[in-house]
């Protein structure tokens, strides 16, 4: 009694999938200052508690209170390395989707330490990328996010 059994040819399917409402949006930010500013300014580094405060007080000023309740995931901070300029402060920031135009703008449109007399120099935020998947947005693999 011979046995027939045989295995059927494995199939592979295709799966494939559209998100169509990400949660989330990334933005990769640039902190410059203005021409005025000390060198002292210039060249301290910027530190995730400093990179917040700029980023709230740039949404309070735009929106209040509810853009200051806005929450904002920060990614990275660009570490000084010797190929980076002492000045090329950037950070990769995260947003609900529903409010990434409003962070945008708020940013965009915010200058620190113009308005106090005191003040060593003023700052702004420049938005150098902004996309709903963070793959897409550093151009390629992501490979320069994630190195130190």
């Not at 509810?66 to 002492?86: C, Y």
């Not at 950070?91 to 106090?116: H, K, L």
Request: with cysteine; net charge positive; charged share 15%.
């Amino acid at each position: 009694m011979t046995s027939s059994k045989q295995k059927a040819p494995t199939e592979s399917k295709i799966l494939s999938f559209t998100a169509r409402n990400p949660s989330w949006t990334y933005l990769k930010l640039q902190l410059i200052h203005q021409p005025n500013t000390s060198p002292a300014v210039r060249s301290a580094a910027l530190d995730s508690l400093t990179a917040r405060t700029h980023l709230t007080s740039a949404l309070y000023q735009f929106l209040g209170l509810f853009g200051a309740s806005i929450p904002i995931d920060i990614l990275k901070i660009t570490p000084e390395t010797p190929q980076l300029q002492p000045t090329d402060k950037i950070i990769w920031i995260r947003v609900p989707r529903q409010d990434a135009q409003a962070v945008v703008t708020a940013v965009s449109s915010w200058i620190g330490g113009a308005d106090q007399p005191d003040s060593e120099g003023s700052v702004a935020w420049r938005v150098c990328a902004k996309g709903n998947f963070l793959g897409a947005l550093v151009h390629g693999n992501g490979e320069d996010l994630f190195t130190s």
